[in-house]
């Protein structure tokens, strides 16, 4: 059972830089599955949004709200995955979420991972506050 742990959240002011990170267990990469990870955010009477996604050939996708902004990067040897958040705003304040998808490396399987749905995978979430 794939489980996430995020951490690194906190109050920063507008301007400033965080680093989250996410530890997973319960997985080990292989040849036969492929493993998607995401991070998604969440604010108060809003939506659960994507933020971008790592595939497993490390590629990267990002919203346009966060791009040049952010960066999603791992260390598979650890198991660890990282968003680095730099020049925060306001409106990035939510609290973020890790996100797993393991499928099959099979037709388009390991291509998906832009909605929540894609994802069976979830971390308990990390309180980013930024101030203006």
């Known amino acids: 059972q794939v489980q996430l742990v995020e951490s690194g959240g906190g109050s920063v002011q507008a301007g400033g830089s965080l680093r989250l990170s996410c530890v997973v267990s319960g997985y080990t990469y292989n040849n036969r599955y492929c493993m998607v990870m995401g991070w998604f955010r969440q604010a108060p009477e809003n939506d659960r949004e994507r933020v971008g996604t790592i595939y497993s050939d490390d590629s990267t996708s990002y919203e346009p709200s966060v791009k040049g902004r952010f960066t999603i990067s791992r260390d598979s040897a650890k198991n660890i995955l990282y968003l680095q958040m730099n020049s925060l705003k306001f409106e990035d304040t939510a609290m973020y979420y890790c996100?797993?998808?393991?499928?099959?490396?099979?037709?388009?399987?390991?291509?998906?991972?832009?909605?929540?749905?894609?994802?069976?995978?979830w971390g308990q979430g990390t309180q980013v506050t930024v101030s203006s």
């Open positions: 996100a797993a998808r393991v499928a099959l490396r099979s037709g388009t399987a390991c291509l998906r991972g832009t909605e929540v749905g894609d994802f069976g995978y």
